[in-house]
């Protein structure tokens, strides 16, 4: 496997830098602080963003990092939605408890599926997620003493974060909570995926012949990182469940997994960054468009994607790319004599 990692070593900084570089996350923060002081009346939707953000960045890692052509990431994304909420109603109300559980629950079952879907590969692939997902979706459906049906799981409640900070009617500690949880996430996440496993995972989505050629061991690491990206999932999920304080068949539906895929296209399916701008665009647009008009609002969405496709084929990743390419001229230029 050094074979592979060698003729990518000169592209990746050192593990030194990557730790220490966090511009990411700083910007996380700050827009997080930005936003929470703009939009005091719309902390529900900010927190949204940030678990969907959880969740698209698993996306990301599984679709756009390892190439594995996945549309069943609502399974993995319930999973931890349900399993916070059970952690909640039967063990503990500590959130930090049921955020764990409910990222160990979609693991879980990232490893289960993971273990026989990764055989396959394309459209195969595809169609076994998409019934994988819908399996589990019909097993809540058909469990309704347990997942409360249509009627999803409520009734439970979260106490507070680190015995101090109750989670208000206002909103803002499920905010900062949501909020710290995804700087955390994005952290260690850019950091896996510029390590020699994430070269790898990279190195497998552009020729995975080549990687086991050289001695690789394709199926094994992508179940690795399927796993991974369900843990990551399940964070989302738990997130969500906690901070709605429900968990629904809805988190389970094929429509969600087609959603976060959207997600990652608008954003940009090869950054991590991207994936978080996708899903601040993708909410916003869907916020404004379904207030205007609740019926056709799609119809905003899909303008947009196209748009993307056709044009931004990076995603809107892309703009800001140029953005700052732009700012650094204008400032090499000023600073010239």
Same mark, same amino acid.
């Given at each position: 496997?050094s $074979?592979?990692?060698?003729?990518?070593a000169h592209?990746?900084?050192?593990?030194s830098r990557?730790w220490?570089?966090?511009?990411?996350?700083?910007m996380?923060?700050?827009v997080g602080?930005?936003?929470?002081?703009l939009?005091p009346?719309?902390?529900?939707?900010?927190?949204n963003?940030?678990?969907?953000s959880?969740?698209a960045l698993?996306?990301?890692?599984?679709?756009g990092?390892a190439g594995i052509?996945?549309?069943?990431?609502?399974a993995?994304y319930g999973?931890g939605?349900y399993?916070a909420?059970?952690t909640?109603?039967?063990?503990s109300?500590?959130p930090?408890?049921g955020l764990m559980l409910?990222g160990l629950?979609?693991g879980?079952?990232?490893?289960l599926?993971g273990a026989?879907?990764?055989?396959?590969?394309?459209l195969?692939l595809?169609m076994?997620t998409?019934a994988?997902?819908?399996?589990?979706?019909?097993?809540a459906?058909w469990?309704?003493g347990?997942?409360g049906?249509d009627?999803?799981?409520?009734g439970?409640?979260i106490?507070?974060?680190f015995?101090?900070?109750e989670f208000?009617?206002?909103?803002?500690?499920?905010?900062?909570y949501a909020?710290g949880?995804?700087?955390?996430?994005?952290?260690?996440?850019?950091?896996?995926?510029d390590s020699p496993f994430?070269?790898?995972a990279?190195?497998?989505?552009?020729d995975p012949?080549r990687?086991?050629a050289?001695?690789g061991?394709?199926?094994?690491?992508?179940?690795a990182?399927y796993?991974?990206?369900?843990?990551?999932?399940g964070?989302?999920?738990?997130l969500t469940?906690?901070?709605?304080?429900?968990?629904n068949?809805s988190?389970?539906?094929f429509?969600?997994? $087609?959603?976060?895929?959207?997600i990652?296209?608008?954003?940009g399916r090869?950054?991590?960054?991207?994936?978080?701008l996708g899903t601040v665009?993708?909410?916003?647009?869907?916020?404004i468009?379904?207030?205007?008009?609740?019926?056709?609002?799609?119809f905003?969405?899909?303008?947009?994607?196209?748009f993307v496709?056709i044009?931004l084929?990076?995603?809107?990743i892309?703009i800001?790319d140029q953005l700052?390419?732009l $700012?650094?001229r204008i400032g090499?230029k000023g600073s010239?004599?």
């Amino acid at each position: 496997m050094s $074979a592979v990692m060698k003729p990518m070593a000169h592209v990746a900084p050192s593990q030194s830098r990557q730790w220490m570089s966090c511009h990411g996350e700083f910007m996380l923060l700050v827009v997080g602080l930005a936003a929470f002081m703009l939009f005091p009346q719309d902390l529900g939707l900010l927190t949204n963003m940030a678990a969907m953000s959880i969740f698209a960045l698993s996306v990301n890692l599984v679709l756009g990092q390892a190439g594995i052509a996945s549309m069943g990431q609502a399974a993995l994304y319930g999973s931890g939605a349900y399993v916070a909420g059970w952690t909640a109603l039967y063990l503990s109300t500590d959130p930090i408890l049921g955020l764990m559980l409910g990222g160990l629950g979609g693991g879980v079952v990232a490893l289960l599926s993971g273990a026989v879907m990764l055989r396959s590969t394309k459209l195969t692939l595809v169609m076994l997620t998409i019934a994988a997902a819908q399996l589990l979706l019909e097993l809540a459906n058909w469990a309704s003493g347990i997942t409360g049906g249509d009627d999803g799981l409520s009734g439970f409640s979260i106490g507070p974060l680190f015995g101090v900070w109750e989670f208000n009617f206002i909103g803002s500690t499920g905010y900062f909570y949501a909020l710290g949880v995804l700087v955390l996430v994005y952290f260690l996440l850019r950091n896996l995926v510029d390590s020699p496993f994430g070269l790898t995972a990279k190195a497998i989505r552009q020729d995975p012949g080549r990687v086991e050629a050289l001695g690789g061991r394709v199926y094994p690491h992508l179940l690795a990182v399927y796993t991974v990206g369900g843990l990551l999932a399940g964070f989302g999920g738990a997130l969500t469940a906690q901070t709605s304080k429900v968990a629904n068949l809805s988190m389970l539906d094929f429509q969600t997994s $087609a959603g976060v895929v959207v997600i990652i296209v608008l954003g940009g399916r090869r950054r991590l960054s991207g994936a978080v701008l996708g899903t601040v665009a993708f909410m916003t647009i869907q916020h404004i468009a379904s207030t205007l008009n609740p019926q056709h609002w799609l119809f905003v969405i899909g303008l947009m994607l196209i748009f993307v496709l056709i044009v931004l084929p990076e995603g809107l990743i892309g703009i800001v790319d140029q953005l700052v390419l732009l $700012a650094r001229r204008i400032g090499r230029k000023g600073s010239a004599p």
